[in-house]
């Protein structure tokens, strides 16, 4: 792993622009470059993440969120503007590009080309990097994630995947997953401890609620600090800047559920096939129990109130576990 700073002789000024209004304010922000390596379907891949750090005075560790892409990958309208409306808090932003490396532009035709898994080791790489950052305060490194990058967000609370991919290592401080897909429920419910706000929108037909509250429930029962957010009206991806949009050859998971069973071997419930044993390796059924449960068609579009609430949410949610004024 590696850090390098892409920005020759100091910092470059950035328009940070307030979503939920007029306001705006002028943030000097130096930009670096962190890379690591990750695996991938063709073997291990180096991985790059921009790091946006913002002005502050000499030796102040900064509180950093960690911007996780969805399907369409990184985007100026979500990932660079979260980060924009993050320094102008005073908090440092680290976007990984897990697409770029792998060849990959969009999976929405394809989620199997980039797995959530593959995103997952990318999150956790980027963690371990970034808390080893002279600027960073390790212990307050959050992250939040957009659609497929809202699944990592979440999974990423879990215990099980926290000892899997950084055992003993560093923790993320908060979990801030928007309209995830909630396909995957793991036997294993508890989390790390870190609070966790989940984003959804009740008109949204690319991952839907309904599984997405089963875990809820499951991981609160758990002993999770979570909250959970629906927001009338909204579709998918309603902090973009897209109109309404949609693509019929995408690949809508919304009513597969795979359930980890009390001796870890998968069900998918939709299908009530057998999918994994306990060794989690898929058996010769799950193609059936996906083809079955697996649909064709996507949809969604931006909604600037919903958006500006959503944003609002998340500041109180990172000024809370950030300790921020």
């Given at each position: 792993?590696?850090?390098?700073?892409?920005?020759?002789?100091?910092?470059?000024?950035?328009?940070?622009?307030?979503?939920?209004?007029?306001?705006?304010?002028?943030?000097?922000?130096?930009?670096?470059?962190?890379?690591?390596?990750?695996?991938?379907?063709?073997?291990?891949?180096?991985?790059?993440?921009?790091?946006?750090?913002?002005?502050?005075?000499?030796?102040?560790?900064l509180p950093a969120m960690l911007l996780i892409h969805g399907s369409g990958g990184v985007t100026d309208a979500r990932e660079y503007a979260y980060a924009?409306?993050?320094?102008?808090?005073?908090?440092?932003?680290?976007?990984?590009?897990?697409?770029?490396?792998?060849?990959?532009?969009?999976?929405?035709?394809?989620?199997?080309?980039?797995?959530?898994?593959?995103?997952?080791?990318?999150?956790?790489?980027?963690?371990?990097?970034?808390?080893?950052?002279?600027?960073?305060?390790?212990?307050?490194?959050?992250?939040?994630?957009?659609?497929?990058?809202?699944?990592?967000?979440?999974?990423?609370?879990?215990?099980?995947?926290?000892?899997?991919?950084?055992?003993?290592?560093?923790?993320?401080?908060?979990?801030?997953?928007?309209?995830?897909?909630?396909?995957?429920?793991?036997?294993?419910?508890?989390?790390?401890?870190?609070?966790?706000?989940?984003?959804?929108?009740?008109?949204?037909?690319?991952?839907?609620?309904?599984?997405?509250?089963?875990?809820?429930?499951?991981?609160?029962?758990?002993?999770?600090?979570?909250?959970?957010?629906?927001?009338?009206?909204?579709?998918?991806?309603?902090?973009?800047?897209?109109?309404?949009?949609?693509?019929?050859?995408?690949?809508?998971?919304?009513?597969?559920?795979?359930?980890?069973?009390?001796?870890?071997?998968?069900?998918?419930?939709?299908?009530?096939?057998?999918?994994?044993?306990?060794?989690?390796?898929?058996?010769?059924?799950?193609?059936?129990?996906?083809?079955?449960?697996?649909?064709?068609?996507?949809?969604?579009?931006?909604?600037?109130?919903?958006?500006?609430?959503?944003?609002?949410?998340?500041?109180?949610?990172?000024?809370?576990?950030?300790?921020?004024?």
């Amino acid at each position: 792993m590696r850090i390098r700073n892409i920005v020759a002789g100091g910092a470059v000024l950035l328009m940070a622009q307030i979503w939920a209004g007029a306001a705006q304010a002028q943030v000097a922000v130096s930009k670096e470059s962190l890379s690591f390596t990750s695996p991938s379907r063709s073997g291990p891949v180096s991985v790059t993440a921009e790091l946006f750090l913002p002005e502050a005075p000499a030796g102040t560790r900064l509180p950093a969120m960690l911007l996780i892409h969805g399907s369409g990958g990184v985007t100026d309208a979500r990932e660079y503007a979260y980060a924009r409306e993050f320094s102008a808090m005073g908090v440092a932003s680290i976007v990984p590009d897990s697409f770029t490396p792998r060849g990959v532009k969009s999976t929405v035709a394809d989620q199997s080309t980039v797995s959530t898994n593959d995103m997952l080791n990318d999150a956790f790489n980027a963690l371990k990097l970034a808390a080893q950052h002279p600027r960073l305060d390790p212990a307050r490194i959050g992250i939040a994630g957009f659609s497929k990058g809202g699944s990592v967000a979440l999974r990423a609370a879990l215990h099980l995947m926290a000892e899997r991919h950084a055992r003993n290592g560093p923790r993320f401080a908060l979990h801030v997953p928007f309209y995830p897909g909630c396909d995957t429920h793991y036997y294993d419910t508890r989390t790390t401890g870190a609070p966790i706000l989940m984003l959804m929108g009740a008109a949204d037909t690319y991952v839907g609620t309904e599984n997405c509250m089963i875990i809820a429930t499951a991981l609160k029962a758990a002993g999770a600090k979570l909250e959970t957010m629906i927001y009338p009206g909204a579709q998918h991806g309603w902090d973009g800047s897209a109109p309404p949009w949609s693509q019929a050859n995408g690949e809508n998971w919304s009513k597969c559920f795979f359930v980890q069973q009390a001796d870890l071997s998968w069900v998918e419930q939709t299908s009530g096939i057998k999918t994994a044993g306990p060794d989690g390796r898929p058996n010769a059924d799950a193609p059936k129990a996906l083809a079955q449960c697996r649909t064709l068609g996507v949809s969604g579009g931006a909604n600037a109130a919903v958006r500006a609430e959503a944003l609002a949410a998340l500041k109180q949610a990172m000024r809370q576990a950030f300790s921020l004024p």
